[in-house]
């Protein structure tokens, strides 16, 4: 219980860092906002206003003030072109992405597994150095390239998937296989030496001298023991993912949060990206903590300390 | 440490060979670039496109197609192949360098510092890197310099955590305890004893960082916040064409294939090193 506490008072102040460097990055960028939101046409008297209204005018340490007494009570800001509270704009578009990352983790786990286990069983031989030259490929893939390339193959010419969008099953299928593509290589080769070490176990040996067949060995002794550990590294992956989002979001339409920062982006409408920043943040620090904590429920060995 | 016989390992495994002979033909073609190159990387050619302006496809006068620009390919590739290892090298650098720093620092002088520069990499870990970089590049307006410093600003965080962790258990084994007694400074026991052992560590980080680092360059490139055109580079040649890509596949594949190429080659590399390096790994598969 100490240990969960320490936790997250650790993960709280690493957002508050998170948030200030961020909003430091902010403050001393060249391209001003306030010219952004009035047009080339305003007058020097408009911007002004403006700026007095945002409240930009004032010293560094008062608007980050300003900006974590807003954060505690929940308020990320509003938007400085879109006239609408970040919180409620975030609050829309992250059940897309939560969808999204959630297809994605199940694609990159039946991709991965598959691959781990397969080359486990057949270690040494052609299939293993098959499906471990693919892991090596699938790590080494930028996923706008793997997204192009999807899209290509299975929307342009084989009609199969919408080129685009959101809505139904069919258009969560390409992006999330992009986004699992990425780290299944990593699943399968944390898979594979799972499974070897597990075969190599005595409890395996002695069920298969009990007589029982390999498949049933595989599958009901072997697969549960060695799967465990490495699914609970699920938690370490959202870091990777979120960092994928703003491209494969940008590049099949899909509306999440990713393409909301990269139009944010580009438009220098500050709120949005720290609101974007500060969530991906916090969807990090909690995976990471998720990840310590299921790790010595799985596996009694490891000592919370 | 037994040098030849590690790169005797090294050469006898096959993945690892591949990996050189392509980082290799990638150097030379780009490095020959000029003399190699049958045109000028930002030479519209008058014959580079149909009737209709269509680029054309590989194959006749030019080898990989031309781009919507009606320049060549092929040319536009091996100059992008320069800007991927400059970035690739120069940045990857700079993180090494700053992850190798923090590292010992926070693990061999630890102090207030020490702790500092650790929960430091911490929160720079809870930050998605790519957004960072991202809202970094596209607020410099990137020059190939700038575009390789944002890279090095957020990839030095890994090598951080692996040389402080390697570091720490270093500067507690009994031969540092040892050296102490016989009254050796500090700066003695780092560069004689710590930093040598530390050296297979940085050289493995180093490989697999360039790796992630042309990955890094192509998809910043690729959503037009990286390096700018003309200056050809792989993800903005794909930048370029790819409102074009269902009728021209090949603008956005050949370069995509040679991203993924060079990435796997240092990756593939990389990995190798770490097990023949690793005296952990040793026997391991």
Known sequence: ??????????????????SF?????????PADPVRQIAGRAATAATVENIRAQLGLDQ???????RYLLGLIQGDLGRSYLQKTEVAELIGSRLPATLLLMAAGIVAELILGLTMGIAAA?????????????????????????VSLLLLYVFAVQLGWFPIGGYGTFAHLVLPAVTLGILGSGWYARMMRSSMIEVLRADYIRTARAKGLTRARVVLRHALPNAILPVIAMIGIDIGVFMGGIVVVESVFGWPG??????????????PIIMGVTLVSALAIVLGNLLADLIAPLIDPRIKLK | MAEPSALRRLMARKMAVFGMVVIALVVVASALAPWIAPYAPEEQLFDGLTLEGAPLPPGGAFVMGTDLLGRDLFTRLLYGAQTSLIIGVLANGIALL????????????????GGLLMRFTDLMMAFPALLLAICLSAIFRPSLWIVALVIALVNWVQTARV?????????????????????????????????????????VWGTLGISTTVLLEATLSFLGVGVQPPTPSWGNIIFENQTYFQAAPWLVFIPG???IALALAFNLVGDALRDVLDPTQRGRD
């Open chain 2, 163 to 203: 040389i402080y962790t390697e570091t720490t258990s270093l500067a507690t084994r009994d031969f540092i305890a040892a050296e102490r007694t016989l009254g050796a400074g500090n700066a003695r026991i780092l560069f004689r004893h710590i930093l040598p052992h530390l050296v297979p560590t940085i050289i």
């Open chain 2, 98 to 113: 700053i992850g190798t720093l923090v590292g010992i620092v926070a693990g061999f002088y630890r102090g207030w510092l």
């Open chain 1, 59 to 65: 010293p560094f340490l008062i608007q980050y003030g």
């Open chain 1, 1 to 18: 219980m100490v240990y969960v506490t320490r936790r997250l008072v650790q993960s709280a102040l690493i957002l508050l860092g998170v």
């Open chain 1, 257 to 270: 949060i990713g393409q909301l920062a990269w139009q944010a982006i580009q438009r220098v409408d500050i």
């Open chain 1, 121 to 145: 069983l057949y270690r040494g031989r052609a299939l293993d150095q098959a499906l471990m030259m693919t892991s090596f490929v699938t790590v080494s893939a930028p996923q706008f390239v």
């Open chain 1, 21 to 29: 460097i961020t909003f430091v990055l902010l403050f001393v960028l």
């Open chain 2, 257 to 259: 294939a040679a991203i």
